[in-house]
C-alpha cells in the first residue's frame, strides 16, 4: 500500500528520458521519479526506496532526498518564507512544508526554527506540518515506569528547567537542578525517569535515582567541570568549602565523595593543588 509522505518501495516500469515511472500499487497511477534522483544502473525491474510526496503542481512525485521529518515524525525546522496561505519550513526536500495559520501555536518568523509535527490531512490530501504538539503528544495513556531509560528530546527551556519529549511520546520536564551542562533545543540524551505525579505528569534526571543508581548526580557535575576546564581543576579536599561552591556548586562533603568515586573508578589522578582527569 503506498504511503504518501513516507518512503516506499517500489517497482520500476519504465525508464525515459526524463524519469522512471514507478509502479504505485493498485488505485494510483505510476509515480515519476525524475532523471535527477535515479541512481547509476537502475533497471526496468528493479526495486527502489523512495520518499513519495506532492510537487509544486500536487501531483505525487518520487525522490531519493532524505527529508528531515516523515509524516508522523517531529523536527526541528526553519521557516523561510511567510505568506497568505501560512509559513513554509525546509525540510529538506525541493519543495517547502507548509505549515497552516490554523495549525500554528504561535505566528511564525521567517528565519527562526520551530519544532514542527508532520501530517498527513485526509481532507485536503495534502502533507503539511503543525506547531501545536499537544494534539499529537499526550500524557494520557502513559507506558513508563519510575528509574525507567529513556530517550530525552529537548523541546524548550523554561522558567523550571527544559520542556523534553520522552521517547518522542511522552511529556516531561527536566528541572534545573538535574542539569550541570548547557544544553540545546533539539538535543537528544538519555535520561531516566524520575517521578510519574498522580496528574501524570513525569519529572526525569539525567541521572538513575536510588542508592544503587550507577552515577552519582555529583560525580557526573565533576565529570563535566573537569572536561569543561581541559581536564583539570584547581580543587582539592583541602580546598576551602567556599572555593569548592563556588566552582563546583556543591558542599565539600558532597565534593569529597565525587572525587574520591572517581579516583577508585581511575578515572582521576589527585595532585598537590588539584585534580586531573586521566588520558583514556
Given at each position: ?46 526495486t527502489i526506496e523512495v ?6 503542481e500536487d501531483l505525487l ?191 565539600k562533603k558532597n565534593f ?25
Amino acid at each position: 500500500m503506498l504511503e504518501i509522505g513516507r518512503y516506499n518501495t517500489l517497482k520500476v516500469n519504465k525508464i525515459l528520458s526524463f524519469g522512471a515511472y514507478l509502479d504505485a500499487g493498485e488505485g494510483h497511477d505510476e509515480i515519476l521519479l525524475p532523471t535527477r534522483y535515479i541512481p547509476q544502473g537502475l533497471q526496468p525491474g528493479d526495486t527502489i526506496e523512495v520518499f513519495v510526496y506532492r510537487d509544486s503542481e500536487d501531483l505525487l512525485i518520487a525522490t531519493t532526498e532524505t527529508p528531515l521529518a516523515q509524516v508522523g515524525e517531529l523536527a526541528y525546522l526553519k521557516c523561510v518564507q511567510t505568506t497568505d496561505h501560512g509559513a513554509f519550513m525546509d525540510w529538506g526536500l525541493l519543495k517547502d512544508l507548509l505549515v497552516p495559520f490554523r495549525e500554528q501555536k504561535l505566528p511564525l518568523e521567517a528565519g527562526r526554527h520551530y519544532w514542527v509535527y508532520v501530517y498527513y490531512d485526509q481532507l485536503s490530501q495534502r502533507i503539511a506540518g503543525s506547531t501545536k504538539l499537544n494534539k499529537f503528544f499526550s500524557n494520557e495513556a502513559l507506558e513508563l515506569k519510575e528509574n525507567q531509560e529513556v530517550e530525552l528530546l529537548v523541546i524548550k527551556k523554561t522558567d523550571l528547567g527544559y520542556s523534553v519529549l520522552i521517547d518522542r511520546q511522552y511529556w516531561g520536564m527536566l528541572y534545573h537542578n538535574e542539569v550541570f551542562k548547557p544544553l540545546q533545543v533539539g538535543e537528544q540524551l538519555r535520561g531516566y525517569v524520575k517521578k510519574i505525579r498522580e496528574d501524570q505528569k513525569v519529572d526525569v534526571s539525567l541521572q538513575p535515582q536510588g542508592y544503587g543508581a550507577a552515577i552519582d548526580e555529583n560525580v557526573a557535575k565533576l565529570q563535566y567541570l573537569l572536561n569543561e576546564h581541559g581536564g583539570y581543576i584547581a580543587l582539592t579536599d583541602h580546598s576551602p568549602a567556599e572555593a569548592i561552591y563556588a566552582m563546583a556548586e556543591m558542599s565539600k562533603k558532597n565534593f569529597k565523595k565525587a572525587v574520591g568515586a572517581l579516583y577508585k573508578a581511575g578515572q582521576i589522578s589527585i595532585e598537590e593543588k588539584g585534580i586531573r582527569l586521566k588520558k583514556p
